[in-house]
Structures are given as C-alpha cells and as structure tokens.
Nanobody
C-alpha cells in the first residue's frame, strides 16, 4: 500500500510543472485524492482534491492555474501547475482517503519557482 510521487523540480516564474502520484495496494477509483503543500516553518496547506465522482476543488490562490485530474486505469492522480509563482514554492504531498481506511501519504516532492 503506497503512494509514489514524481515530477517537481525547479522552474522559472510563469512556467509549468506536472506532479504525478501513483497508487497501489488499495481501491484507487473510490478514493478521494488530494494535493497539499508545505513551506518550511509553516503549516500544511490544502491545495486541491478530486473525488471518485470526478468533482474537483481548489484553494483560491491556485484557481485557474492548477488542474487536478485522475486516471483510474493507471491508478494515478496528477496536478498540472501552470503560471507558477515564487509563492508556489513548497514541498508538495499527495494523499489518499480510501473508503473505511486510514489516510495514505506520498513521500513529498519539492517544487521551486525561481529565476
């Protein structure tokens, strides 16, 4: 049972990145999937969630710039991040809320937006 993240890295302001989070060991299709981020010394910030019915939700600072999606065939959730800003710099985590099971976390991936 795990979530394995990929993507991230260093990008210039205005650039794009796509994060991936591959799931295994649980029923992905019925699980709510979420991206959150954390800056050192600050609290974890919820970024976006996608539910089993495909409904999506975003925190206001990323609306119109980030897109969450899921591929139930590949058991993977994505976060497409466009028009990145320096304030988007953080460690990004995905987590899963499987039905009737404990929340599962990915390992985190660094996103740095700087020129």
């Amino acid at each position: 049972v795990q979530l394995v993240q990929s993507g991230g890295g260093l990008v210039q302001p205005g650039g794009s990145l796509r994060l991936s989070c591959a799931a295994s060991g649980f029923t992905f299709s019925t699980s709510a999937m979420t991206w959150a981020r954390q800056v050192p010394g600050k609290r974890l910030e919820w970024v976006s969630s996608i539910y089993s019915d495909g409904s999506t939700y975003y925190t206001d600072p990323v609306k119109g710039r980030f897109t969450i999606s899921r591929d139930n065939e590949k058991n993977t959730v994505y976060l497409q991040m466009n028009s990145l800003k320096p304030e988007d710099t953080a460690v990004y985590y995905c987590y899963a809320d499987p039905l009737f099971k404990t929340r599962l976390w990915g390992q985190g991936t660094q996103v740095t937006v700087a020129s």
